[in-house]
């Protein structure tokens, strides 16, 4: 064999996995179609994404958070409330603060384009072979292993094949995994916002009929919105000028944080939820966006495809300790087992979420509003939302502990 595993996808959850696996002594190559060049490109991906406590220890034990911490900002409070653009929040608001806990932040704030260039450049580092502007056309599994068809007739070997290439994986369509989902009619905008006064390490979640809006804080005196609108609202208002952009955001975003003001390039992201019917086919197994595509109203699908990440690498590499063939379906099934509850746990909860709130219904928004001020006024229950939301919940891999493989 060429190599132990071979990663579809140079993303975010492809590189942490590589790394992961390469950290733990196994021969490893990541194949992504797109350039190197495109991937830094600090245009190529507008979002921010809410670390969990639990994912910034698994960039720790890969030795890439010291070089990150200077771009995060710390979660010390989430605000959730109800209302309607123009008329600010409903009193019942839902608060979560990081001292309720005893570990420290909930999770922290990190640009895409901070992430994905400190996992590339980790790459070169680690050993890992890195196939970038290449795009697989095949794979074929045997008895022993897989071998991987890149267009251009060149062939790669390995013990197994990892797709993490996208909700559209074409490693999951060629191994015959179908999936389960719908599109939501949502779109989500997308941008960094500079404002005049200090956001406090405070993060909004403000829910109105169309969708939510998620104000996120970021270093400096910025936060990232991620806004949701139908599809055909979104199309209209990204189609206008800054201006006009910003005329539609003010009444939404209300005036708490003073004078608001673009701080880079817009972006948009349709909404859906995609589920794998299974994670795993012979000789390969799926992570991230590859095996579910979740809403982002609770911020989770980053942490989720880190979780894939952190399971997936443990079970290979005890596998490869143990001496057993880690393409193997019943250690592969090892992996399925630990992930797939509590990703459709998740994808249950951010569907009924959306559900619940993206709507005008008075008597849904009375009962919500309740709920909101009910779980409040429950430390314990609280405290068990902040524990969830921070990622310290559950049987977790030793990455998510901090613990090196």
Known sequence: MDYDVIIAGGGLNGSALALALASAGLEVAVVDPLPVEARVDPGFDGRSYALALASQRLLGALGLWEGLAA???????????????????????LEFDHAEIEEGPMGFLV????????????????????????????????????EVSLEGARALHARMLVGADGAASATAQRAGVKRTGWEYGQTALVAAVAHAYPHRGIAHQFFMPAGPLAILPLTGDRCSIVWTETDAEAARIQALDDAGYLAELRPRFGGFLGGIELAGARFTYPLGLSLAQSFVADRVALIGDAAHRVHPIAGQGLNAGLKDVAALAEVLTLAMRRGEDIGRADVLERYQAWRRFDVAALAAATDGFNRLFSNDLGGLRVTRDLGLAAVNALPGVRRGFIREAAGLTGDLPRLLQGEIL
Do not use: Y
Request: hydrophobic residues 40%; without cysteine.
């Open 71 to 93: 771009q995060a900002q710390p979660i010390l409070e989430i605000k959730v409330s109800d209302g309607r653009a123009g008329e600010g929040p409903s009193p019942f608001v």
């Open 111 to 146: 640009e895409d384009r901070h992430l994905r260039r400190a996992l590339l450049d980790a790459l070169t580092g680690a050993g890992v072979t890195h196939v970038s502007g290449a795009r697989i056309a095949g794979h074929m599994p045997g008895p022993a292993g897989v």
